[in-house]
DNA sequence: TAGATTTGACCATA
DNA sequence: TATGGTCAAATCTA
């Protein structure tokens, strides 16, 4: 990689993370307006798909550059031990479940979790651990999700979601709030996470992973543009002079972006066409 | 004391 | 056989 597309990249980089920060703040300040009871509306989980995106989109220029580091012509450097060329995950125990990865500065989601588990993952710099729904032997919930630092960046973790949350109406959680079952009396890994939550781990059934990707070209999921002309997002307009702002700013993070081609044609998720692989499972 | 988390053991898979 | 995923007893915590 020449210094010129070193700089693109890095330069790419760089506005990822602040609209990455910018979406984040966007949350705390949603966080804040969502009613209690319904917590995690439509605009929550959009912007846990924003997130997502960004995470993944930095994750994708973080292992990018890894690879030219540590790809045989580049000089030099302590050779770190040498990774798994594995890619086991939610193939290894063939489940119809789908499963999807994502990458989150915060591995709260909305569910609620119970840790079952956690292993040291050979060749893995961090240990991952298990999460399984709270609502599995009261509801017969079968998700699951695993949780893991990343290698390139410790404030951001690969969460793995496989399974489908039937303990709750996740299909629409943009219209009804699914109750909230306290039955439990207690909360999780995550402490105060609420049960009415949206999916991001939400795929056909019985579809096979291999075949679940992150990707906004399914039909059931607006790309990231189209996300930030939803009806709910633009609602904050003008209500709420900062929401606006940061509206705006994240926005114009994803179309920021432009370097070598046409705004208009762009999609986040074109990045991703190349490595998209890497985040099958 | 009930529920959540930790952790070693066991099992399934490649 | 090595490794990842799950179980379940032990331990922790509110």
Known sequence: MNWHEQGNMKAAMEELT?????????????KDMLPPENPSGPAAYLLIEVLSS????LSLLDLGRSAEANSPSSKGGVRRKMQSPRRVSCRRRQHPYTCRTTF??????????????QKNIYGAKHSRSYYRCIHKHGRGCQATRQVQRTEQDDSTFAIT??????????????????????????????????ATPPS?????????????????????????????????LSAFEGSSPPMAQLMEAVSKQYCGLEME?????????DMFELSQDEYNC
């Not at 989150?104 to 588990?117: A, S, V």
């Not at 059931?220 to 930030?228: A, D, F, G, K, Y």
């Not at 081609?261 to 998720?269: G, H, Q, W, Y």
């Open 18 to 30: 602040r609209g990455q920060e910018q979406a984040t703040r966007l949350q705390s300040m949603l």
């Open 54 to 57: 960004f995470s993944k989109a």
């Open 104 to 117: 989150l500065k915060t591995i709260e989601d909305g569910f609620t979790w119970r840790k079952y588990g």
């Open 161 to 194: 979601y496989m399974g489908e949350h039937t303990c709750a109406d996740a299909t629409k959680p943009r219209d009804q709030p699914a109750p909230h079952d306290n039955s439990s009396g207690s909360n999780t890994a995550a402490n105060d996470r609420r």
């Open 200 to 232: 991001p781990a939400l795929g056909n059934p019985k579809q096979e992973c291999e075949e679940e990707v992150v990707s906004n070209h399914s039909p059931s999921t607006p790309s990231s543009s189209q996300l930030l002309k939803l009806p709910e």
């Open 261 to 269: 081609f046409d705004p208009a044609e762009f999609k986040l998720e």
